[in-house]
């Protein structure tokens, strides 16, 4: 059986309302309204909606569509309030406006707003609706991304944005989400996909053109495959120069 919130926890409730419900007052009195009472245009600086940096004007519609949902926030929490306010006075607060039973009072306590008992609180389901946006978003880079496809391995709009992003990019290695890049050349969009082989030691691994002198390019992937430990420690002795000498060694 619910415990229904005592006269006492009542009349503490009702100071903790009527002051939530005067710092909302001040707050979009002291914000004008979070800024929706000033024109865009002002803000900007500019004379006309027709600028010359359209950045700025979309800046500011980016702010303006927080402050509508601010406002908007705080004009249902104030709406919350008032009405919690008023059934204090009407003697019905605490009762769920569903089953009619006691809210419990720790639920009061947590949210002293509240009109109804968890068992009958709306909305207590998460939309499985989403944004029209999203199919043409979904998967990255939009419809013209058949990674996923198996029966698909050509040149997609993945491949045409890796171009692009290997010119560089706004990004640095420190925003990279491998915490192990450290070069720029390393940024790109799966940069350690292998191009034109699918091994690795298919890339720095090669012959004359009848299949003999085999030697080693020691590329990137070499020194890649190396540090994994994979494979012969070495597939050909190193060579170094020693300037001091005068002779490979």
């Keep these: 059986m619910a415990i229904k919130v005592t006269s006492k926890q009542i009349k503490r409730l009702r100071k903790r309302l009527l002051e939530e419900k005067a710092l909302l007052e001040q707050r979009m009195d002291d914000h004008a309204n979070f800024g929706l009472t000033d024109s865009m245009l002002r803000e900007t600086g500019e004379l006309s909606a027709y600028d010359n940096h359209p950045a700025d ?45 006691p809210i419990p009072a720790p639920r009061m306590e947590a949210l002293p707003t509240a009109e109804f008992c968890v068992e009958h609180a709306p909305n207590q389901t998460v939309s499985e609706k989403r944004p029209a946006e999203e199919d043409f978003l979904a998967p990255p880079f939009g419809r013209t991304s058949l990674d996923e496809r198996h029966d698909f391995n050509q040149f997609d ?62 590329n990137k992937q070499y020194k890649e495959y190396m540090d994994k430990k994979e494979g012969e420690p070495l597939f050909e002795p190193e060579i170094h120069y020693d300037e001091e000498e005068g002779y490979l060694t």
């Design 57 to 101: 004007l979309g800046t500011e519609m980016f702010e303006r569509a927080k402050d509508i949902a601010l406002a908007e926030n705080a004009e249902h929490h104030l709406t919350d309030v008032n009405r919690a306010l008023s059934d204090i006075e009407a003697g019905t607060y605490g009762i769920c406006k569903a089953c009619g039973n």
């Design 157 to 218: 709009g993945e491949d045409a944005w890796q171009i692009v992003e290997s010119w560089g990019t706004s990004n640095s290695p420190a925003m990279a989400e491998d915490p192990q890049i450290t070069d720029y050349n390393d940024m790109e969009i799966e940069a350690d996909e292998n191009d034109g082989y699918v091994e690795a030691f298919e890339s720095f691994l090669a012959t004359d053109m009848y299949g003999q002198q085999v030697t080693v390019v020691r």
